[in-house]
């Protein structure tokens, strides 16, 4: 799971050009982590589900639709996320937008669905917990062996300070 909020440099003229652009953000953030796992040894031989609750951006992205003349300016967009889907490389689904758990983060949502969300968010689906939730309240999950890099690193650093031409003044 990846997430990412930050504002928008662009204006947007509709709801469907923003749904648009965070899908081709989210599909560019897939490409990277999909290249990460691949060059170490951990390459992801099926599609990468992206879900969206636009369906007018599915509507764009299908081969059945032509989008409208005021969509022309989001042809390299839809024809970006189009060559994604036709490589494999994702295959976009419809949520529902009662399921769809990010509105948590965008949205003001009623207490019902709000509390659904966060355990949603917190448990994962279907009861499955992330690892990081088992942890006791109040507790940091740390490492427990010392990466050996970093104490070389640390030696090394030490090593200059205590040769460098100021410490030997002192």
Not at 140 to 146: H, R
Request: with cysteine; glycine share 2%; aromatic share 2%.
């Amino acid at each position: 799971i990846c997430a990412r909020s930050v504002k928008s440099k662009k204006v947007s003229t509709s709801p469907a050009e923003t749904e648009l652009d965070a899908c081709v953000l989210a599909i560019k953030s897939m490409i990277f982590l999909r290249g990460l796992l691949a060059e170490l040894h951990h390459a992801q031989p099926q599609s990468s589900v992206l879900y969206t609750d636009s369906s007018v951006v599915l509507d764009w992205i299908s081969d059945n639709s032509r989008h409208s003349k005021r969509a022309d300016h989001l042809v390299l967009a839809i024809n970006f996320v189009k060559q994604q889907v036709e490589l494999g490389i994702v295959e976009l689904r419809h949520i529902d937008t009662d399921s769809n758990t990010a509105d948590v983060m965008t949205k003001n949502l009623p207490l019902e669905p709000f509390l659904r969300h966060k355990t949603t968010l917190l448990q994962g689906h279907d009861g499955v917990q992330p690892i990081s939730s088992k942890l006791p309240l109040g507790r940091v999950a740390t490492p427990q062996k010392s990466n050996p890099l970093t104490s070389i690193m640390a030696k090394q650093r030490k090593q200059k300070r205590t040769d460098s031409p100021t410490a030997r003044v002192r």
